[in-house]
């Protein structure tokens, strides 16, 4: 097929991703990739850019080795330019197809596991607006943004969000050569945070291993659950409650994956967790490969941290009806 039929069906697979809601809609983007795989490929035709690729280098080479004038120079610097232009169009063609496979595999993993890709945010406005209710959201010196967000529901209902967030870190690094001359080197880090924003008023006001608007602090009789999880709350009794032994063990077994919790006092919280709750932190296979990325998208793996912060969600709210009907 030629390289304007693999155009229209990237396209038209990027259109299907960005319309599907559950996992209803993947077998209709099966059966399109099925349809395409029977006579095209997923691989761009560049005969030309592969040509001008080679002939740019070559003569980069040749001009450069046998000119010594400017002009030389100048015509040498221009075919290394075309070089490169050619390098870049040739491997941009390439991870275009692998941009479409990967993204379509992660909005199925995602469908799989009951999330849905939310594409109406502004990653920089919403960033501003946590930045003002929880700490994590403080980090870095400049490009903070959220840049993706997915909506789920536990078990029992409860409707939370699942956010990446980006930040980077900037250094300076001064270094002196030999003369004693200095220059200073501007560093750029970029990072990743990973967790889940939802309303819990079921849970008693505190925050476990993080800075605290909460002064009060609280241990349980355990040495192990205090190891791992530090407790500020707004009202120890209320908090003693909620964390009867039979819940402290629960934490305990169950609830490792959570780095720390944020909560502010209207009870809308913020939960970290590492990078396997994310749907793109899995490997998805190549488009090229049929079978095998066929297979991926008809059974996603279960994306077992995720469920366990479901859990610790249903768990820490059917608490609250406890103790409810203990009143």
């Known amino acids: 097929m030629s390289n304007e039929a693999l155009k229209t069906h990237l396209a038209k697979l990027e259109d299907l991703r960005v319309s599907a809601k559950s ?17 095209g490929s997923y691989t761009f ?36 330019i075309v070089f490169i232009g050619s390098v870049f169009a040739f491997f941009s063609k390439k991870k275009q197809v692998k941009n479409v496979g990967r993204n379509l595999g ?9 999330l849905v890709p939310n594409e109406a ?16 959201f403080r980090a870095g010196d400049e490009s903070q943004e959220i840049t993706a967000l997915y909506d789920g ?42 967790g889940v924003l939802i309303h819990m008023p079921s849970l008693p006001l505190m925050t476990i291993n993080t800075r605290s608007q909460f002064k009060e602090k609280w241990d ?26 039979a819940c402290v063990l629960k934490f305990e077994e169950s609830f490792k994956n959570i780095r720390y919790l944020d909560m502010t006092p209207s009870a ?18 190549h488009i090229k490969k049929s079978d095998e990325y066929i297979s991926y998208l008809s059974a996603p793996p279960k994306i077992e941290a995720l469920r366990a912060l479901r859990d610790f969600i249903d768990y820490s709210n059917s608490r609250n009806t406890i103790k409810k009907e203990a009143v």
């Open 268 to 285: 809308y919280v913020c939960i970290s967790a590492k990078k396997d709750i994310f749907p793109k932190s899995f490997g998805v296979p």
């Open 106 to 114: 992660h909005t199925a993993l995602a469908l799989a596991n009951n």
């Open 220 to 245: 349980s009789a355990s040495k192990e659950f205090n190891k791992k999880f530090k407790i500020r709350c707004s009202n120890p009794v209320e908090t003693a409650k909620f964390f009867n032994p």
């Open 45 to 80: 035709q560049q005969p030309f850019v592969i040509y001008l690729l080679f002939i740019s280098f070559f003569l980069t080479l040749i001009i450069y080795a046998n000119s010594s004038s400017d002009e030389g120079l100048m015509l040498a610097g221009a075919s290394f």
């Open 121 to 136: 945010f502004n990653g920089r406005e919403l960033w501003k607006d946590l930045k003002r209710q929880f700490r994590v």
């Open 23 to 39: 996992r209803d809609d993947i077998p209709s983007i099966v059966e399109e990739i099925k349809e395409y795989s029977k006579s």
């Open 153 to 194: 529901k536990t078990e029992d209902g409860a409707f939370f969000q699942l956010f990446e967030f980006k930040y980077v870190d900037v250094t300076e690094e001064e270094d002196e050569d030999s003369d004693g001359n200095k220059t200073t080197t501007k560093k750029e880090t970029t990072h990743y945070e990973y």
